[in-house]
């Protein structure tokens, strides 16, 4: 298994590592859904059996939230960052495999100067702290723009020269990751200096593993109006098959009904290598300068993986993306406008609603099966107590 984003930082052993951390992911997911009696169908890492690459995609703006808490609300809720504290809405709300920070135009607000997102995995960080630390190290300062950076900053009191690689994945955890022991964490990964990679608890590995496992199996649903057979919505599959996915957000159910047709048909699913979630593109047509002049392409850099003419198989595979106007410019980020609603582009929640989001997947040729449809699927509303209880704290701080 490739690196996400098939870049090619890690050297032999840590490549070695990353594949194995993807091998002990998956095995620990079918291990805990055979558990449970949900042992996914047709699922196979054997490239040669899945040569069609599907790509299910989803806008990266948190849906599930903005039906929680309404739009404005859901907008300011996302980049709540209370004082001399990290990004709190990005660790606890911004779910779609997709994190953001605002850069100001000082250290004490302003303009917003630049919005930089990411979909990069924690497990990779972790593969490549734990392998080649100083390679971490020159990464971690140029995401922050300087010469560079503290170790401490980084892995806490930690001798690099003396630790294991297991000691090292552990500090990185410790220092730059949130965690029940420990929620706070470095600034350079919680949005003040920096931001690295995805840090909200279901924007693991693990997570899109689970999600994509789960759904491989068949359901047929009778039709309600007609009678008749037919695939299973998102929002039936996550409910009936009890799949380790959310109702309501943008990705899980796009996903789990992609993966759970397919197995429907007949087909084989596996995940593609290099496993991921990429920047498929961004809407930059629906912004526009104070002027009402269009956006330039270049002001939307995409990186940390390779762009569709870079892909021997033509698919693009970035994994950041940092809109910035030109240093000359008399105008900053938060000056541009959002052109459906003519608003200022003041939260990232609103560029986030304009990213379009991938995971590849493969399938194979179908075989004749037949699948049993079963009857109505009730799908509940989705529950909504922590974003509630998220924007009483932020009111009261």
């Known amino acids: 298994m490739q690196a996400p984003g098939l870049l090619h930082e890690l050297d ?32 196979t890492d054997d490239l040669a059996q899945v040569p069609d690459v599907r790509a299910p995609d989803w806008p990266g703006f948190p849906a599930r939230i903005g039906l929680c808490v309404g739009r404005r609300a859901v907008l300011r809720l996302l980049d709540w960052r209370p004082a001399d504290e990290g990004d709190l809405g990005r660790v606890r709300h911004q779910e779609e495999y997709l994190e953001w920070r605002l850069v100001r135009e000082s250290a004490s607000g302003g303009a917003i100067a630049r919005i930089e997102m990411t979909t990069e995995l924690r497990e990779y960080w972790e593969v490549l702290a734990a392998q080649q630390p100083q390679t971490l190290l020159n990464l971690v300062a140029e995401l922050a723009g300087v010469d560079e950076v503290d170790p401490e900053e980084v892995y806490g009191d930690v001798d690099l020269g ?42 693991t590995l693990s997570a899109l593993v689970a999600l994509a496992a789960s759904a491989a199996r068949p359901l047929a649903v009778r039709d309600g109006l007609t009678g008749r057979p037919r695939f299973a919505s998102g929002a039936e599959a996550i409910e009936a098959l009890v799949a380790a996915a959310q109702d309501g957000r943008h990705s899980d159910p796009v996903v ?30 629906e912004l526009a300068q104070p002027d009402g002049e269009d956006v330039p392409e270049e ?3 995409l990186s940390r ?47 986030a609603a304009l990213v379009q989001l991938t995971v590849y997947l493969r399938s194979g040729h179908p075989a004749g099966v037949s699948v049993k449809p079963t009857g109505r699927i009730d799908v509940p509303a989705p529950a909504c107590e922590s974003e509630h209880a998220s924007l009483a704290e932020m009111a009261r701080v």
């Not at 490549?15 to 047709?42: F, I, M, N, S």
């Open 299 to 301: 002001w939307f850099e």
């Open 256 to 285: 789990v009904e992609r993966v759970t047709s397919l197995t429907t048909e007949g087909r084989p699913v596996g995940f593609d290598d290099p496993i991921g979630v990429y920047i498929r593109g961004v809407q930059g047509h």
């Open 162 to 203: 003396e630790a294991d690689e297991a000691a090292r994945a552990s500090a990185f955890r410790h220092t730059m990751l949130p965690g029940e022991e420990s929620p706070s964490f470095s600034a350079l990964n919680d949005g003040r200096q920096a931001i690295c990679c995805m840090v909200q608890p279901t924007n």
């Open 305 to 351: 993986g390779v762009s569709a003419a870079q892909a021997a198989d033509g698919r693009q595979r970035s994994q950041r993306l940092t809109l910035a106007v030109p240093d000359d410019a008399d105008f900053a980020v938060s000056d541009l406008v959002v052109r459906r609603t003519g608003e200022p582009l003041t939260f990232g929640g609103q560029l």
């Open 12 to 43: 032999r052993l840590g490549a070695k590592e990353w594949e194995a951390t993807v091998a002990t992911t998956l095995d620990d997911v079918l291990r805990d859904l055979r558990r449970v009696g949900r042992a996914p169908q047709r699922l």
